[in-house]
């Protein structure tokens, strides 16, 4: 009982990582988190925008899209309006300032590394995938430009990963549910997008009532369900590094 | 010595409401908060969005901008590029998504409230004022509805306003300083936007680490300093609405 | 009887006009004229366009814009239609050419001047405000640069300001009424934008008959009704720069 | 000695009108008028826009471009740019507006007529030849759809042309000199557009001082040399549509 | 020796049609001819564009645009530049034109099918595999249509399917060669787009000289290696339908 | 009996082509094909795109418009929807790639040609017109450049023209017909655009099936009467060339 699909309160839905999924990113891969899949490319190159031109640091951004039909409705393209969705906006901001949190800039040099999160299905939780796939190929990508010499070290400071946690009213209760489904989402209380580091600290926290507004008990009660979760998404995120024979480098 | 303005940490900056700068919106304040100025004006007309066609329910969103010299450089016009900025993207959308919280969209009816959020002068935290302010504004086009009969009663469930704290490195320590300025928020260590309501829940919360990520102990420092002072805001508002002879109508 | 808010035929409304309506801008004035109510700020930035690349001469330039619910209907923005309308663009061009006219490009040297117009609230006359108060915001900005030691001296050549006339049938008969506002521009049969200097002399004139084409006899009781007007706004400029203690420069 | 093309100050360039220039349109004329080459196209379609629907009138509404080579640099395209230029949103408002003015749009009905105005060769006065010949353009439309009993009469009140004077120095003298070529524009002191009707009324004036402000003094003698001038122009536009045979309607 | 990949003058590269790559869409696969990869997304929606309303006939059309770092080098996204690229503009009208051609309109009556071609990976020959992936997609949709009883029978009259042949200088010949690869697109002499039907005809033939024009005997010679490879490819469509158990339809 | 027109299978609609149409472009024509009119200029501009950058090579592009009623019924101009409409894209691309063909870019040196072609009036065979008057813009470009020693020699190749030769449904048989007018086009069984040299090469061909697919044997007999129609288009350019002065410079 309880759960949509079954899954205990504080159960991921499986997750699987597919290295390489392309060929010429510098670090690619697809994430599929329950049904949710999205494909994360890292590129490499030159150069940093003008406001860091001659400062010695590099930079990193993200663009996040969903095709057409990743949904259960077509939406039309960005481009057939001529506009950025504002959703897509917001979460492309999201992903890049995440994944900058945990780059040490000075080692990077003057170089840009852009992350291309393309949703091919969503299911809830594609930005918090995003920037879980998103370390996944940033990672690649360094790794790549430290053994071709681009780079004298691994410029990532520590893991990161995000999950989606919702406020949800199930058996009788308002209760605390880990990575949340479409449906989920959908009928949640309350929404938290929590962006984790290996270090156990936080890097973001967007918390949203939907239903209507949350107690700061709530909220702690969502953030100690999710902190243990986002623990184990970073043990699948070292595993795929050390299966793809990426040594630890993060102290 | 402390806080570069020298406040206390949980010492909010003078703030001014000035209802009825303009003189044809529905409902139209001037917030100034320090030296942040926003226009918040409140536009009320027939009609909804396409998906709430025939639903008996009402909408409100809310549009954000900055007129070109609100800040130290000018920057040009969202028209000049043919883009909003991914910025006010995000942050229209938090105005609205705070707004619509507390508004009971039944009683509403088949009508859409636009809360116009510009920015005339930045000094940190416009986003909050925005929603600070939006709520006068909101509250007085509803006010003057309900006295046209248009509405049977006021559709606002609640008090709203918001407060920008930081974690900031003060006299050898990390502090939790609320309502910071504009220099405040640029050297901070992490920046937490708090919409808080009149019962003293949370209606969203953005806590984003900028200068590393931050403890969820940090995170309750940060909460513990802001609902206090989000009180004192919305003691303002209330002081304003009664000026303005609106009736307490929220239990 | 006559005007429809009781002024005489050559009456203006009141003008007020608040310097330093906004603190970053290098020259910032509030201007009221009547009900209508444009905020003008001037930006001072180094180099200039393409094509003066190299010539030593400057350029300035304006920009117009009505917030949304500035007038009675609230507009949607230019950025929703990807369009400058095309009132706004009209406008801007005058009120660029108009300060252009009075500005020695060679003094200025290669620097740029932006002049940005946003009406607060618009009721008749809000191009002409902009000008009467963008030439204020020049003086200011000029002035500190003067005084900054960036300009050698103020490259301002004259005063300009600008009334809107029109012909309107009043008491029988068709009469020149200055500073129409909202009402009687659109009920007037011609209507004139006229850009006078301190000297007397005309910088732009544009006459366009609403109701029907009209004589040269009306043109010449537009100007003679228009031009003492304008002497009076031109007092009024001298008065603020006094008041802000910039010395008379022009001869 | 005198004008750079020897004629005398008050003397127009050699105009021709051919008209059903094209054949699709509804009324169709190549104007030449000296180099300035314009193509004036009629187009009437039933329907107005949604701020006239059912109030019985009809609209008129010009679009004016040039193309890229009309002049002796090309211009890019203004959908390279994504933005029409200023210039022609200033000059398609003036040729609409013109042309309005003479347009009696209760027995227009609720049809709309757009005038295209596409510059092919562009040497100064294209507005003023757009106006001109999109005036007969205007009449070979209204007479096909009074021959096809789509209009019960024509709706024309007047004739409309427009000239293009300038202020010039020439001869030690600063003299009004009507029809001004590019080159001549381009070193005027001061430059009119004036757009005048068959009962020598003016429909509009912009009268802008390029090198320096202009006195009521020098706009009379503009004035007083355009409206002969005028007159002209307009014989030409009646022997065209006498050729045509249109017969004369307009008392 | 002679291909760059060993491979003859008239072979394929390996191709791989995943179906049901995604699960919303009424139709997808993803198809992967050698290295390009595209996923193709088949939507069906009621309604068709205007100029078909009430025609009892119904519409496809197709969008095709690849992900920034579908090559070796990242592009940018067409919404970065807001514009469609004018290669993908030029392709997705082929697309739609192509699968029209074999769709009985009349049976899918005023119904509108959208086919996404999203390239994730290029090398060569994407709006080949587009058409040839897209076919499957929409195949699957049509026949979902007709087993949830909205549409009375499959309306695709034949199969279709796409390969780019080009002329290369190979050996010391000028040869055709079927399916290029990127690598040989880039060096060719000639580049063909032969979209076929089952039936053996041509629905669309684009040849381009690259090097130099071709004479009508090259011609030929393309398109005799070019039709039995076609045939080839249709082979693999039959083969994918039927393991989806997707009867045999068309005669 | 047989074409609308009363032409043969094989004869072309009368051609004119004027020089020097217009006077400010490099070169300038206007063709007049049956009713379709083009105005094609030639722009000769210093420098290339950056991707050709210090490679000693030019560069030749086109553009592509039509006026808003150039057909039958009025169509909005690209600006007012702010897209390059697909259909002009995929033109211009076609009239670049083809005049390209047959242009030494080594002896262009790093300079760019840009031909512009704008449709006046379209009545079938809009983008042929378009390269067969483009070519002789552009020979009269370079003709001139000659002259004026920018360029060493012609740069050009080969004569290039275009023809739309479509399959008809003709006196009960499918037949092959020439230079299609609009009428002919719209109700064609396949559509073909073949661009022919002077050599009696093809630059490129374009077959699309409208009706149903075709056959070999169609496309063979269509490319068999359309390649003596293209040598007389080809003949017809000559005689301008030599009309105008131009010495044969293709072997």
Redesign the interface.
């Known amino acids: 009982m309880a759960r949509i699909d079954g899954r205990e309160y504080n159960e991921l839905r499986p997750m699987r990582i597919t290295p390489d999924?392309?060929?010429?990113?510098e670090g690619?891969v697809l994430i599929e988190h329950g049904?949710t899949?999205v494909?994360c490319?890292a590129?490499f190159?030159e150069g940093v925008p003008r406001f860091l031109k001659d400062t010695g640091r590099g930079w990193l951004t993200a663009?996040y899209?969903m095709?057409?039909?990743?949904?259960?409705e077509?939406s039309s393209?960005?481009?057939s309006k001529?506009?950025?969705s504002?959703?897509s906006?917001?979460i492309?901001?999201l992903v890049g300032?995440s994944l900058r949190?945990?780059v040490d800039m000075s080692i990077l040099g003057e170089n840009t590394i852009?992350i291309?999160c393309?949703v091919?299905?969503g299911d809830g939780g594609t930005r918090c995938a995003s920037i879980t796939g998103g370390f996944i190929a940033l990672a690649m990508a360094c790794d790549r430009m430290v053994k071709a010499g681009v780079l004298r070290k691994m410029p990532i400071l520590?893991y990161i990963a995000a999950l989606g946690t919702g406020i949800l009213h199930i058996d009788g209760e308002d209760r605390a549910v880990v990575d949340m489904c479409y449906e989920e989402d959908s009928t949640s209380i309350a929404d938290f997008n929590v962006i984790?580091?290996g270090?156990?600290?936080?890097?973001?926290?967007?918390?949203?009532?939907e239903g209507?507004?949350?107690?700061?008990e709530e909220?702690?009660m969502v953030?100690s369900v999710t902190?243990p979760a986002l623990a184990q998404v970073i043990d699948e995120q070292k595993k795929v590094l050390r299966e793809l024979g990426i040594r630890e480098w993060i102290l």
């Open positions: 999924f392309t060929k010429y990113a690619s049904n899949m494909l490319n590129s190159t663009e899209d095709l057409p039909r990743a949904n259960r077509r393209r960005d481009i001529l506009k950025v504002g959703r906006a917001e492309q901001r300032r949190s945990i852009v291309d393309d091919l299905q520590d984790g580091t270090s156990g600290r936080i890097a973001e926290v967007q918390g949203t009532g209507r507004p949350y107690t700061m909220m702690m953030l902190m």
